[in-house]
């Protein structure tokens, strides 16, 4: 990879990464050699399935914390009324 291509793969790189940050987990880094700015995009991407990974497990965590601590509904039965 020439030293123009390594410097335009970089500038993605930090793109990237600024809108990793504001919470664009779903991108994907382009990947198109071996060298130093290939093992970047790799780790970048890494990271961000390990983010999206964590973010769906913590969802699930929460859903089932909610539902474990949910008050029961109420039904007709349950309703207190006044019969005088």
Same mark, same amino acid.
């Given at each position: ?7 335009? $793969? ?9 809108? *990793?940050?504001?919470? %664009?987990?779903?991108?994907?880094? &382009? ?12 780790? $970048? ?6 983010? *999206?990974?964590?973010?769906?497990? *913590?969802?699930? @965590?929460?859903? @089932? %914390?909610?539902?474990?601590?949910? &008050? &029961? &509904? ?11």
């Amino acid at each position: 990879m020439d030293l123009r291509t390594k410097l335009v $793969f970089s500038l993605v790189i930090v793109s990237l990464v600024s809108m *990793l940050a504001a919470r %664009h987990v779903q991108l994907r880094a &382009p990947v198109r050699s071996e060298d130093e700015i290939g093992r970047l995009g790799e780790a $970048f991407n890494r990271m961000t399935d390990r983010l *999206l990974e964590s973010n769906r497990a *913590l969802r699930v @965590e929460i859903d @089932e %914390h909610r539902a474990s601590t949910a &008050p &029961p &509904p109420i039904s007709d039965a349950d309703s207190v009324t006044d019969a005088d």
